[in-house]
């Protein structure tokens, strides 16, 4: 039975929808204008070219990319314009300002303006008018604008599903009407990429898409609690917020690996912006090292703890992650500054340099890196001679003085003084470097930071906001190099549970230590997994603040076999079964890449794919991947194999285990042989 008021709202959509089209059509006509003006433009250039000077070509040439511009924009427009006709609004809220009348605002993704009447028919999730929908139930509303505040009250609250057009279902206002579609968005099975959650984001995720102030954000949030996608949600805000300044191109997001890259690389185009750059840790390293070492990757490092259980190894990582190593780092620095200058007296023909004047020219540009600094110094000593003796100076005095002032320096080569720096330490052992071998990945940042201080590195200055993803990965050396080689805010994600090397992850607490401005947001919530699931990860590792949607399914089912190779084929019979579901999304998550690809020997089939290391896209279907790798992405149903105790037995093993648990949105099934690993022990 259809009621008035929803009989109402479906006429209201038709109504929109045919001003979408009548849009739409117009967004045609001018685009097919702009094409023949182009057209037409080009072809009068062709044939009176012969009469043209250079200043006519020049002005022709402007006024064509001028009308390619404004063609494009019309294409983009349009592109919008037919997404709007397939969902043009999610919500609505009936606001009235005090003192004025009562407004319908209807919320979508993007913003539609009947041009004639000058009126909103449409507004933009991030206008800020529509942050009340997040914000506030009925009632006592307001909203921030750049003007101030404005008050008043919410009348009505509704919620659309509106899909291919059609309108599937809507919501009155009820005391907390987010719940309910929140949950028939979450029950739903998961097909593809990360998807924009403008519909339903949350009152404290809102609160941190839209924080304005903060110039570093640290979101820690638990597994599957909306961090990334609200990291991505927030960039949306700011390139809409901060449209005249900043554009997709100044952007710049880190991310773990090419497969997770292309897994959120959905969500901004849907929201309307274009593709967001991203780089890799390894990438940024190689640029800040000139590609001239080769070194480990994060991956190879941790790959390297999950073989073996090598203990200086793990010493080594650890004290590299340790704050107090960045300290050692700083420490060194002054210690250098103040000990590896040893002025000698410098003679240039008959004049003698006197050894204070060197000190005192050192020291006048303590602020320039300090190999940066022997050039200027020589230039300085070049004046005092050629003042001292009145006349220029021959081309050997010339150089005599430039080799001369870096010999009275201790080192030349970062590399050199990244030895010496544990010589100084007194733990020579902690660096395992051997020529033409790679470094290993902990040394890489602690090298990059030395070669920052020492020699200076030009900073990204173009990037206006940087974003970070899986913070717990990263050591605060390495934050260190980000503060300095980015000097925008930034917003950084993570959950210290889900590490995948516990020797060197770092928690909000350590992050802040070096930004001590940051703003800290934790999430407790947990969206993605059912509470069985939830409960299930927790016996791994326990969280007492998590707080589980009240979302339900099937128990996680730990089931024995004989041996792996009949785990291998019952994950078959499930992989059957599992295609004749509705759903379509199964992660096969192993610890090691070496178990991955056994496995995927036996299970290989059509729609069947192994991730490594070196994939670069993620695939819809059965994806079998290592923890490492599926870190970040979700799947309908997760199985675990081989989770016996002889794969799990170490802290890196138990992190892997949590990781590939916490995937899962639906089902959860873990098959081993021999014994159970410890972890999962009730
Ligand atoms: N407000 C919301 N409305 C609908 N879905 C949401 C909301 N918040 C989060 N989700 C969903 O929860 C899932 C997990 O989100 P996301 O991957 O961003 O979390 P995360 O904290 O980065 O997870 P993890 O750290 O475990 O990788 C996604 O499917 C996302 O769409």
Redesign the pocket.
């Known amino acids: 039975m259809i009621n008035a008021t929803e009989r109402e709202e479906r006429e209201y959509l038709e109504e929109i929808k045919e001003k979408l089209t009548l849009a739409i059509r117009r967004v045609d006509g001018s685009v097919k204008q702009f094409s023949d003006e182009l057209r037409e433009k080009k072809q009068y250039i062709h044939e009176h070219q012969s009469g043209m000077d250079d200043a006519d070509m020049v002005a022709a040439g402007q006024s064509i990319n001028r009308m390619a511009f404004t063609g494009d924009a019309a294409v983009a427009r349009k592109r919008k314009l037919l997404k709007l006709g397939q969902s043009p609004y999610f919500g609505r809220i009936d606001f009235v300002p005090q003192g004025k009348a009562s407004l319908p605002v209807y919320i979508g993704i993007y913003s539609f303006i009947d041009e004639q009447q000058r009126q909103s028919l449409i507004y933009d999730w991030r206008a800020p008018i529509s942050s009340m929908f997040y914000d506030f139930e009925l009632g006592d509303a307001s909203f921030a604008t750049p003007g101030g505040v404005v008050q008043g009250n919410i009348e009505l609250k509704r919620q659309y599903k509106i899909r291919d057009g059609r309108l599937e279902f809507m919501i009155e206002n009820d005391v907390n009407i987010h719940d309910d579609v929140?949950q028939r968005?979450?029950a739903k099975s998961?097909d593809d990429k990360?998807?924009n959650?403008v519909?339903?984001?949350?009152r404290d995720?809102n609160a941190v898409i839209r924080n304005e102030t903060a110039p570093v954000m640290v979101i820690q949030?638990?597994?599957?609690?909306?961090?990334?996608?609200?990291a991505l949600h927030r960039i949306a805000f700011l390139l809409y917020r901060y449209r005249e300044t900043i554009g997709a191109k100044d952007v710049l997001i880190i991310s773990p690996n090419k497969v997770f890259a292309d897994y959120i690389s959905n969500v901004l185009p849907e929201l309307g912006e274009e593709h967001i750059p991203e780089l890799g840790m390894e990438e940024l390293a190689a640029d800040l090292l000139d590609h001239q070492y080769s070194f480990q990757t994060f991956f190879d490092q941790v790959a390297a703890l999950l073989d073996t259980h090598d203990a200086a190894f793990i010493e080594r990582i650890r004290f590299k992650s340790s704050f107090e190593f960045l300290n050692q780092l700083n420490q060194y620095l002054i210690y250098v500054e103040n000990n590896y200058f040893t002025v000698k007296e410098l003679r240039v023909g008959q004049t003698i340099v006197p050894l204070p004047f060197l000190l005192a020219k050192f020291k006048t540009f303590h602020r320039v890196p300090l190999l940066k600094r022997f050039a200027l110094v020589a230039e300085e000593v070049r004046n005092y001679v050629r003042d001292a003796t009145k006349r220029k100076l021959t081309n050997h005095e010339k150089s005599t003085i430039g080799e001369a002032i870096p010999r009275m320096f201790r080192f030349h080569q970062v590399l050199d003084l990244y030895r010496d720096f544990y010589r100084w330490l007194g733990k020579p052992e902690l660096l395992k470097f051997d020529h033409g071998r790679p470094l290993e990945y902990a040394d890489v940042f602690p090298l990059i930071y030395l070669r920052l201080r020492l020699e200076g590195i030009s900073t990204y200055d173009h990037v206006k906001h940087l974003l970070v993803?899986e913070m717990q990965d990263y050591t605060p050396v390495q934050y260190a190099v980000l503060s300095r080689m980015f000097l925008c805010r930034k917003t950084i994600?993570?959950?210290v549970s889900?590490t995948v090397n516990p020797y060197s992850s770092s928690s909000a607490e350590t992050i802040e230590r070096v930004f001590p401005q940051a703003e800290v947001v934790k999430?407790y919530r947990s969206?993605?997994s059912t509470v069985e699931i939830t409960a299930f990860a927790q016996r791994i590792t326990p969280n007492p603040n998590i707080i589980p949607l009240e979302r339900h399914g099937p128990e996680p089912a730990v089931v024995r076999f004989g041996s792996p190779n009949e785990e291998l084929q019952a994950i078959k019979q499930l992989i059957t079964t599992f295609q004749n579901s509705g759903n379509h999304s199964m992660g096969i998550i192993c610890k090691t890449l070496r178990q991955a690809e056994q496995a995927y020997t036996a299970l290989e089939a059509p729609g069947v794919y192994l991730l490594t290391d070196e994939s670069t896209a993620f695939k819809e279907g059965i994806i079998i991947t290592t923890a490492h790798l599926a870190?970040?992405?979700?799947f309908d149903a997760v199985i675990v194999p081989f989770a016996s105790a002889r794969t799990y037995k170490t802290e890196v093993d138990k992190s892997m285990l949590y990781v590939a648990c916490?995937?899962a949105?639906h089902q959860l099934t873990l098959t081993y042989s021999g014994e159970v690993a410890p972890f999962l022990s009730a």
């Not at 519909?199 to 949350?202: F, L």
């Open positions: 929140l968005e979450l998961s990360l998807k959650i519909a339903t984001i949350q995720q949030g638990v597994a599957g609690s909306g961090k990334t996608s609200i993803d994600l993570g959950d889900q999430l969206y993605r870190k970040g992405l979700e916490t995937r949105m």
